[in-house]
């Protein structure tokens, strides 16, 4: 062996790889490291497919096993009866249909006008926080700090805000000279009115985050080619703006309306469902038949009905917004 031989740096032998192992073995013809065992990935998704079916798979199954029962969980015996309670919700002269089908009527006026609102205000908001100006970042603050609130604190806070008699959005109409004693949360209109406002608030700084995250993805380079080719500001909206949000805007569509049709704790807490149960949501006639009325059975039924609708109208937005060819 010569000096050069034997001042070199020893060599690595490469050798073809096999299922499971890597292609570098050192002198010798040991093997190279292993790769990663097939469970290691389910190792790590435990700990969520754990919490997931905790949470989420068994009361799902469990709900579905109410629902199919005369569920009263203050009596010993919970027979079984079918699909009896959800036959009951579609029929007429039945005591849970009535109730079932106003609150539901209730739940669609909600959704109906809090929906388009809260698509088209949080993306004028955000379309002004995307800009450059002086005090853009307390402008982002103030419009998404209301949404870190509880819907408690907001309800109560816009009850005492609206009050017919002692609430200051009363006393400053009149002030301007306009109607001083508005019925805000006992009539209707006007609790509609109330409930859709301060619902849109309280929530469109979420909205308008998401809306921002989603700007900021669109490349500028199609805002500069479409000046290029003489787009006004409209015309840039309309073919740039719009198109690259087109994920966004069904994500956002998506959650508002489940989230507006989930709505309970502004009417709980600022109207009590009045006047009488119109303004009562379809979310609070399943609390009242089910913890109050103890017929948890007819409450687990309207809940899937409830679910069933959403997942049609989920359904229809992903095909609203998919994309065309």
Do not use: C
Request: overall charge neutral; proline content about 6%.
């Amino acid at each position: 062996m010569t000096a050069s031989e034997a001042n070199a740096p020893e060599r690595l032998e490469v050798v073809p790889a096999r299922a499971g192992t890597s292609g570098v073995a050192g002198r010798g013809g040991r093997t190279g490291v292993r790769e990663s065992a097939p469970y290691t990935p389910w190792l790590f998704l435990t700990p969520y497919l754990v919490l997931f079916i905790g949470f989420v798979i068994v009361p799902v199954i469990y709900g579905l096993w109410i629902s199919l029962h005369d569920y009263d969980y203050t009596l010993p015996g919970k027979p079984f009866v079918g699909i009896d309670n959800y036959v009951n919700l579609f029929t007429s002269d039945s005591v849970s249909a009535g109730p079932f089908w106003t609150s539901m009527r209730a739940t669609g006026i909600f959704t109906l006008f809090s929906v388009p609102l809260l698509l088209v205000v949080p993306l004028g908001v955000a379309l002004v926080m995307h800009q450059r100006f002086p005090g853009r970042n307390i402008f982002r603050a103030v419009y998404f700090a209301p949404y870190v609130l509880g819907v408690a604190v907001v309800a109560v806070l816009w009850r005492f805000l609206l009050d017919r008699n002692i609430g200051v959005v009363n006393h400053y109409l009149g002030v301007i000279g306009l109607p001083d004693q508005t019925p805000w949360l006992t009539s209707i209109p006007e609790a509609w009115v109330a409930l859709v406002g301060v619902t849109v608030w309280w929530t469109l700084g979420f909205n308008a985050v998401i809306y921002l995250a989603g700007l900021q993805d669109i490349p500028g380079e199609l805002y500069e080619a479409a000046k290029i080719d003489g787009a006004n500001a409209w015309q840039s909206f309309r073919h740039v703006t719009l198109p690259g949000l087109r994920p966004v805007l069904s994500f956002v569509t998506m959650i508002t309306i489940i989230a507006s049709a989930n709505m309970f704790g502004q009417s709980f807490l600022m109207t009590q469902g009045q006047p009488g149960t119109q303004t009562r949501t379809v979310i609070y006639q399943i609390a009242e038949t089910g913890l109050r009325g103890f017929n948890m059975g007819d409450a687990a039924a309207m809940s899937y009905v409830l679910t069933f609708v959403l997942m049609l109208l989920s359904v229809g937005v992903f095909r609203l917004f998919q994309e065309r060819s």
